[in-house]
């Protein structure tokens, strides 16, 4: 094995490239998820059923098909439409789908988006009805008990599963790959092995990468659950 090759500048360059690529994707796809995940929890709890079975449905769809099926459907399919390339360099939204990132960005946050508002979803049914109860009680509206009592507590319930999401997506992020001119740190660890036929030392060096951005990320929620979940954790006499 000649580990050599992938501490030369050119190569480490490489690697930093396909890391920013990578965190941006995860950190950019998380955040717009984030916000659709949350109007499409408020809806599968709302009083609205077609909205329910129109947002149950894609969620069911997104958990029940492959995340490369999707990224595949959308730069493949969306983006190779003719009605979508005669309009991609003037009208703008369909100006973003010939660029490889978009379209990935894309599957990512609706793929993530579909997960995390089941998770919260869920969280949201559970609510304890004390603390409902008691809000109401205070004179609080729908609209504020929902705001000031039930979100909160069901996003710091959500925290643990949505740990495991984010430290999935980061994994996810290698599918990227599979997009043309996409440089992530699995691209990266590809270019290496094509220029210099050493799998090993290519793709090692990459699942170092993850291991250690997998820690940092594990590190954070659980000091994060630490200090946000505290009231959970049993009492000591």
């Known amino acids: 094995m000649d580990w050599s090759v992938i501490f030369e500048a050119d190569n480490l360059a490489l690697y930093g490239n396909g890391i920013l690529t990578t ?6 796809s998380l955040g717009v998820g984030a916000v659709m995940a949350l109007i499409f929890a408020l809806i599968l709890t709302g009083p609205w059923a077609p909205l329910r079975w129109l947002v149950g449905s894609y969620t069911f769809v997104i958990r029940g ?10 730069y493949y399919g969306l983006g190779q439409l003719e009605w979508i390339q005669t309009r991609w360099d003037s009208v703008w939204p369909w100006t973003y789908f010939k660029e490889p990132f978009f379209c990935t960005l894309l599957a990512f946050s609706l793929n993530t988006a579909g997960y995390t508002a ?38 710091r319930r959500t925290l643990p599963a949505y740990s495991n ?24 660890a590809s270019r290496i092995y094509a220029t210099y036929y ?5 793709y090692l060096a990459a699942a170092a990468i993850y291991l250690v ?10 000091f994060s659950e630490s200090r946000l979940l505290a009231f959970l954790a049993p009492r000591k006499n």
Request: hydrophobic content about 55%; some cysteine.
């Open 23 to 28: 965190l941006w994707l995860l950190f950019s």
């Open 65 to 74: 098909t492959p995340l490369l099926i999707q990224v595949y459907l959308i």
């Open 118 to 155: 089941e998770m919260l979803a869920g969280a949201i049914r559970e609510t304890n009805s004390g603390e409902i109860e008691a809000a109401q009680a205070y004179g609080m509206s729908r609209v504020q008990v929902m705001l000031r009592v039930v979100l909160p507590s069901a996003m």
């Open 165 to 188: 999401e984010v430290v999935m997506m980061l994994h996810a992020t290698s599918l990227a790959s599979a997009v043309p001119n996409m440089l992530d740190i699995t691209s990266a």
């Open 198 to 202: 050493l799998p090993f030392e290519a």
């Open 213 to 222: 951005a997998s820690f940092c990320l594990i590190g954070f929620f659980r």
